[in-house]
């Protein structure tokens, strides 16, 4: 940094300069020994409790990503300053707010079970009721492995860490202890040396919970977020954690960020709709009261996660990402409400902003979303209407959607089979120009023959991709949503005890394997070489196989259940007359090649 020199002081600089410089030290010696003996005594500072913070100093410090620097997060307003200085002069000591002891106040609805503590003011516990974890207990939305490093929900967020450690680690005294049933108030106060600090939660019967805070040091305003940091309870696998995103609408456009793109302690500034984070399943999300002038810092820190979560080894463990994010007014105080609970299509829905922004925005099915939402809405129609098992429901899908395709597989043969039917025209004119090379003129000659053959048969050369094109987007669309889906999360099927994780005895890969490997068998393909048909019929069902074998086992009976109806309408078509022309064409064209094979060895 430049050097801060004296005006006074550059030029000439003759004796006069440096007698007024020295006048201007004892006068200001003489203020400041005068402040000290006639100015209000400032108020003795109470003793802080021992070092049990929720909140950690974040590895990264912000910068700015947007108008102001995340270093005026925690400092007093500067508006606020000469009104400070004249109530530092006149007002009386702040009588000290502080609690005796530790306690806990636990709210409870519906939906969930919050347990706060007034150490920091901060949840300790937030359960979800109609929610497991992966070992059969109650979902805690409090990540364990990360919260005690990063800190608790809804605690306060400050660049300078020292005033974080205090306000987070400060004994608030709490409005009602015990248990409080929804609809309900819960405030926290704290006040001491000058720092008064009032948390206002307030709960109704649904997921959302608002919050009020404000934060003043001296009567100033002091700019401080409210924080979602830690992740989110359900990280228990290195997918979960891998699945993480940063998630906001900005002026009304919604973005989702993933993990490894996030910039740990970056400030944004603008109009918010809405800001958290997201895994697979669940969200933590803050809805502003006032979008307008909305500060957003977004937290990235790692954990260390065990590859075996039921065996975990000292040095088997990998770091994984942690996303957090905090979220207040720019000028001061934070009123918001939060929103933490399951990614479903219709709970989000119902969720809306103070702009009238959707939540459902937070469930993102990408670029196949216009397929994706359908096909949920159909199998919760299923699973409401009469077949009570998503399971169940995911075979009835499965067998309309085949029967649906039947058009498409038809059109597919007709033109396979209309390729066969003039195959050694085909060939003939490949010999005629054999003897020329690639890169000769007259090959055009043989395209343009074969071509007009073509049209002359009434044969589209895209008749057959064509329908496999129409059946893409059903397929992908089907399988995305069954990856994202999370009333699929540990809904069970027959042996199955969870459809979102993959099958435990690996009955549904090996059946993919199998069923792929019929597929292949019978589905005539008279125009391939039958080393490559052999090779097909190993080689596809392999490498299908090993994919199913960690996936979700909702897409791999999907997947097995499709290969399983796609055989028995393979076998119904062979029997037609078309499947018959088709079988005749490729034992005359094998039995010629194997003669061809018999006259060359005799030569």
Known sequence: MAEIQNPNQQGGGGGGDSR???????VFVLMVVGFQIWGPKKPQEQPQPAAHSQQPAHGTQPTTGGAQPAASVGQPTAASGHAQAKRSKAAPAAKAVEAASETDTTVENEQYRIVFTNRGGVVKSWILKKYKNDYGKPLDLVNADAAGKFGLPLSLYASDAGLRERLNSAL?????????????????????????????????????????VSVTQDGAPVATLLEWAGGLGDQNTLQQYASSSFVNAQSGKSTQTAAKKVVGGQTIEGSFDYAGVSDLYFAAVFMPDAPTDTSVVTLHDTVAVPRDREHPQPNAVTQEPVLGVAVGQAGGGTQARVFAGPKSQELLESIHTVNGVSLDRVLSYGWWGWVEKPMLLVLRFFVTHGIPNWGWAILVL???????????????????????????????????????????PRRQDMNKEMFDLQRKEGINM??????????YPLLIGFYEMLERAIELRQAHWLWLPDLSAPDPLHILPIFVIVSMFLSQFFTPSPGMDQTQQRMMAFMMPAIFGVMMWNIGSGVALYWAASNLMGVAQQMVMNRTSMGQEMRAIALRRAAKKKAGKAVNARR
């Open 20 to 26: 007024m410089l020295f006048g201007f030290l004892i």
């Open 172 to 212: 608030y005294v709490p409005s009602a202890t015990g248990s409080l049933a929804t609809p309900a108030s819960l405030s926290f106060d704290y006040s001491a040396g000058g720092l008064t600090v009032h948390k206002t939660f307030r709960f109704d019967s649904s997921y959302v919970v608002h919050a009020d």
């Open 398 to 440: 499965t067998f309309i959607l085949t029967i649906a395709m039947v058009p498409t597989r038809v059109m597919m043969m007709k033109s396979s089979l209309k390729m066969q039917r003039i195959q050694p025209q085909i060939d003939a004119i490949k010999a005629k120009y054999a003897k020329y090379k690639t890169t000769d």
């Open 462 to 471: 895209f008749g057959g991709c064509l329908p496999m094109l129409l059946q």
